[in-house]
């Protein structure tokens, strides 16, 4: 497996700092981005611009609906071809994280996502949305938000129709089951595939099962949340692995990059671990 460390970014100022680590992470999101050059994206498509979300857990100090809206309008001057998000859209009930907020006040907010590609807008669910899947996926789906779970889609290009990209998306494995064969089958073609999938915990599986996506994109880890030497000051969620705590790794030839999220979660706080928006331009290379 080839790692991509994430270069050392220095946070903007101490002030930046000082509001992730005691003012609930809300020091202003990094940028970071990806630029993709390999064979698996065709010689004849012009590059596609790809802007992934995750873990925005809204309600936490760092993504009140205010700022969900100030991200929205980032966003929007970034000009991506297509958006996806990552799941755990959902700030616990009770948490100290902050309060929760409802999934179709966010939906309202998020549906300001403006993409190239007609319903270019796609997401999939996390663990902490599983116990309101159902009203997550329905009022997102109203919102002109495309929801995956195990299956896929294809779009076309808005300025070549004939150049076609499937996006698909993993059923969350804490909370639900993954199907590769299912998910694979329905993005089956010549034309890429960009996989998205909330927790990174089955990188693994999919290089093993398939190397057909171009992508795959999760978040789930946080980047860790908490930095410090050696990684380990705080236990990641779930079953994530520390291999894909964050960044970019080549798996048998598959592409895979974490991001660290948007929000926080457990507690309102982020040290030497900054939120980040991920940008990934694809293009093609020869092999």
Known sequence: ????????LPRGSAIEWLKDAFMGGTGKP??????????????DYPPLKLIFLSDLHVGCPAMTLERLGGLVDRVNTL????????????????SPNGPYVSPRDM???????KASFRHGVCGVGGNHDAHKKTEVFQVFRENGIIMFENDAMKF??????????????????????IDLAKTFEKARGAEPLILLEHNPSAFDAIAAFSDRAV??????????????????????PGNAPWKYVLGHSVVNGSNFIVSSGMGTSGLPLRVNCPAR??????RHSPA
Request: charged share 20%.
């Open 215 to 236: 992508v795959t994109l999760a978040g789930h880890t946080h980047g860790a949340q908490v930095d410090g030497p050696g990684r380990r000051l705080m236990d990641l």
């Open 1 to 8: 497996m080839q790692r991509q460390a994430l270069p050392t």
């Open 277 to 282: 928006i991920v940008e990934v331009v694809l």
């Open 30 to 43: 990094f940028l970071t981005q990806y630029d993709l050059a390999t064979p698996k994206w065709p010689k």
């Open 79 to 94: 000009k991506p071809d297509l958006i996806l998000l990552g799941g755990d859209y959902l700030n616990d009930e009770g």
């Open 107 to 113: 939906a309202k907010v998020l549906r300001g996502l």
């Open 156 to 177: 076309n290009h808005p300025d070549r129709p004939q150049q076609k990209v499937y996006v698909a998306g993993l059923a969350d494995d804490l909370t639900g089951t």
